[in-house]
């Protein structure tokens, strides 16, 4: 499955609401299990090497993207991972801050340092072994709401809602200070390695947004902006992440924060059509198939399904396939390369 | 405004320590338990759930009020044991094996919670066993299952086979949820019950329960 040529413009392209002559595969994130089985090679545990190591395993990890179809890698560190006293969120620690004196301890000017002393290796390594054509899709992750939850916890943070208003919305100003110091050092130093900027915010659940559209507004989408801002400064398109039902707040995310594109579906709450029908005048849209249908569809269904989809969505503007979210390592391997292998059969790769 | 009507309108603005005050209050004044329970802190619930599932109000709301209704029933608890009054049924709740995601779980229990059900949390990464065995050892009337994963989902199945294992699934009804759940699924797997939100969710448990 190789001979593939890697073009990251057809992906900076569909970031760019502009519908492309190769319709480019995109993943937020994939399982380096799934990555090991399919290039028959174990690579993960090199991550956790010196900068020899670590370049070995971008080596491989490039390589899969490439392998795959892919004109990007898709590559994050997650800014929560550093927060000291984090967890709250993915790992059900106890929240770290809970009142205004935790708060006003709490050390965010080291924030920063932190970050880049733990990952400037990686953004470093995979600099060097980027394959010609090929740049990345990321850059730090987590946005505003999540690194929120990772101090607070989700429950503790309606709580404070509640009790405290004034740290309710000191939490977002000062995580957006230090994420938005976090993201002008990145574009700085690594901005190049990378074609469209990301991270993943998942602001809704099943039927509407986890907080109210109006705090939303009040308190998120201003920090977006801040960040966006610098992206958009180096000329580089931004694409949100979000998973669950965030109809409430798009025109926000579109015209206030100023997202160039968007990523996440799940066909409960709207199929990846919808999506690309209701905001493909506007931004670029990535996704295409629910996680869940890549899991359980059989290989007939599943390529009628994508076909009815990228059927659906050309017409409309810049867009980019693959699942509605990522690969986790449950999803069955011969689901997903039959994905894959169905985007690029319809797009005329020799495969 | 009654009492009983402040207790039910401020536990709906999520005012904990109110809604404490004015329980007491009317336990002061004579005012029976199980009256204060539902005329008040049920009653104030019930219109935050028809609220949430109507998509007037968000998470947040549910959350705050609820942790209003549990500062009520803290105060109200013994006095409802000492008048005999039983809860409306029991739920046993927790997020399927492999599985480590409890936010819709929790709300689903606060929403039971404001049904005037006994709930039974087993948290998170509950194995099918453990789920019979909780509704075994508290009689329980409903199991309620949460799974965000895809591949967790499956897990469900296996609480229902557990529960036909162990002899209960003629007294036990099976309700399923979460993001990936679809009312396909839970046909397919033989559950009772699939709701696509938790106030649905207490409405249908609550009605299994009676």
């Known amino acids: 499955m190789h001979n593939f040529q890697p073009d990251y413009r057809h992906i ?23 990555m090991e089985k399919i290039l028959d090679k174990q690579f993960s545990d090199l991550y956790r090497g010196d900068l020899t190591d670590k370049k070995s395993y971008f080596t491989q990890y490039c390589r899969f993207f490439s392998v795959m179809g892919y004109d990007t890698v898709s590559f994050e560190n997650c800014i929560g991972s550093v927060l000291p006293g984090g967890g709250a969120l993915g790992n059900h620690a106890d929240p770290v801050i809970k009142t205004r004196q935790d708060f006003e301890r709490y050390p965010w000017d080291e924030i920063s340092d932190m970050y880049f002393s733990k990952y400037a290796k990686d953004f470093e390594a995979l600099r060097i072994v980027m394959p010609d054509g090929m740049k990345a899709i990321g850059g730090p992750g987590n946005g505003i709401f999540e690194c929120v939850q ?11 809602s509640a009790d405290d208003p004034e740290l309710y919305a000191d939490l977002f100003k000062k995580v957006g200070d230090t994420n938005l110091a976090i993201w002008e050092r990145f574009m700085k130093e690594y901005g190049d390695i990378y074609c469209v900027m990301r991270f993943g915010d998942d602001l809704g659940h099943k039927t509407s947004t986890l907080i109210s559209s109006e705090d939303i507004k009040s308190h998120i989408i201003p920090q977006y902006k801040r960040i966006i ?49 209701k905001y493909g005048e506007q931004i670029g849209n990535f996704g295409g198939i629910d996680t869940d249908a890549v899991c359980r569809l059989d290989k007939e269904t599943m390529t009628e399904y994508i076909k009815e989809v990228i059927h659906r969505c ?37 495969i | 405004m009654g009492l009983l009507e402040d207790i039910s309108s401020f ?143 499956g897990e469900m199945k296996n609480v229902v086979a557990a529960a036909e294992e162990k002899g209960i699934r003629d007294k036990v009804k099976i309700m399923v949820g979460g993001a990936p759940i679809t009312q396909s699924f839970c046909d397919s797997i033989g559950a009772d019950r699939y709701e696509p939100d938790a106030a649905s969710a207490a409405d249908s448990a609550l009605a299994f329960c009676s």
């Open chain 1, 314 to 350: 050309k017409g409309n503007g810049g867009f980019a396939f693959g699942s509605g979210n990522s690969i986790p390592d449950y999803v069955p391997l011969e689901n997903y390369i039959h994905m894959v292998e169905t985007v690029r059969l319809y797009r005329g790769d020799t």
């Open chain 2, 11 to 153: 536990l709906q603005q999520g005012r904990a320590p109110i809604v404490k005050e004015k329980v007491q209050e009317a336990l002061d004044q004579g005012l029976a338990p199980q009256e204060i329970l539902e005329k008040g802190l049920l009653n104030g619930m019930g219109i935050i759930g028809d609220k949430f599932k109507k998509n007037e109000i968000f998470v947040p709301e549910v959350l705050i009020a609820a942790r209003a209704m549990n500062a009520g029933v803290g105060i109200l608890k013994p006095h409802l044991v000492e008048a005999g009054v039983e809860s409306k049924g029991t739920a046993v709740i927790g997020t399927v094996k492999g599985d480590l995601h409890d936010i819709g779980k929790n709300l689903v229990k606060m929403m039971l919670e404001g049904k005037g059900l006994n709930v039974i949390d087993l948290g998170v990464d509950v194995s099918s066993e453990q789920f019979v065995q909780a509704a075994i050892d508290n009689n329980a009337d409903v199991i309620c299952c949460s799974a965000l994963l895809t591949t967790t989902m």
């Open chain 1, 229 to 277: 801002d610098v992206v958009h400064s180096y000329n580089k398109p931004f694409l949100l992440h979000s998973c669950g039902c965030i109809f409430n707040i798009m025109d926000d995310l579109i015209g206030t924060a100023g997202i160039n594109a968007k990523h996440s579906n799940e066909d409960q709450i709207a199929p990846f059509p919808l999506w690309v029908e």
């Open chain 1, 12 to 34: 900076l392209l569909s970031a760019q609401n502009i519908e492309t002559s190769r319709l480019p595969l995109y993943e937020h994130l994939i399982s380096t299990d799934i």
């Open chain 1, 150 to 160: 990772e101090l607070t916890g989700y429950t503790g943070l309606c709580y404070i």
